[in-house]
């Protein structure tokens, strides 16, 4: 158990609609990171976030957005969801949020679209 | 040409094998070098970290890094059916954001 938690752990929803995936980082942690994983793309940076601030953005789409709050929590925002968003959601959280430390990987949330 | 390109396997050794798991990678900046383990339905666990070139060992795993080749190996020596797993290739470029670019993985299976 790495300490990160994220809800939900299976979501299946219709195509045009909007999600919120939840993360809670490890005590301590100050940086979040969401990752997107397909079977065609592999596993891809989305997003990360520091102490509440936005500090590096990856292959995240427009329709994608994301914020840190107080608490640290993060939540990532999906709309006008499509076939192909459909995959593994994962966030991570590190101390200090610098890439070169270890990153903390939550157990994932399963996105189905149809 | 991807960035970095990993065997997606699967790799099927005995137990008690050597298992040697490679990447190459094309962007000369890269500088730090991650190993992921990921077991099914799980979020992916460090492994090992290494900066720049060289060699490193931590129990039964050596990660290699050639950057003159662009090549990086993960060896896993005395494999247990419990290493089964995909293994994901991690790099990163230094003075930047350090936003790191992950391989496809490799699927191990070690069966006893």
């Known amino acids: 158990d790495s300490g990160v938690t994220q809800t939900p752990k299976h979501l299946i929803t219709a195509t045009g609609q909007r999600v919120t995936l939840r993360c809670s980082p490890r005590s301590g942690d100050l940086s979040v990171y969401w990752y997107q994983q397909s079977l065609d793309q592999g596993l891809q940076f989305l997003i990360q976030?520091?102490?509440?601030?936005?500090?590096a953005k990856g292959n995240i789409l427009e329709r994608f957005s994301a914020q840190q709050f107080p608490d640290l929590h993060s939540e990532l925002n999906l709309s006008s969801l499509e076939l192909g968003d459909s995959a593994l959601y994962f966030c991570?959280?590190?101390?200090?949020?610098?890439?070169?430390?270890?990153?903390?990987f939550g157990p994932g949330t399963r996105l189905l679209v149809l | 040409q991807k960035e970095v390109e990993q065997d997606p396997g699967p790799l099927s050794v005995p137990e008690g094998a050597i298992v040697s798991l490679n990447c190459t990678y094309s962007n000369s900046a890269f500088q730090y070098f991650m190993w992921y383990r990921q077991y099914s339905r799980k979020g992916p666990e460090l492994l090992m970290y290494t900066y720049s070139s060289g060699n490193k060992e931590d129990g039964r795993f050596t990660a290699q890094v050639d950057k003159s080749s662009k090549y990086i190996s993960l060896f896993i020596r005395d494999s247990q059916p419990s290493d089964s797993a995909t293994y994901l290739c991690?790099?990163?470029?230094?003075?930047?954001?350090?936003?790191?670019?992950f391989g496809r993985g490799t699927s191990l299976i070690v069966h006893p």
């Open positions: 976030y520091y102490n509440g601030e936005e500090r």
């Open positions: 991570a959280s590190s101390v200090r949020g610098s890439f070169e430390e270890t990153q903390y």
């Open positions: 991690a790099m990163s470029a230094a003075g930047g954001s350090y936003i790191p670019t």
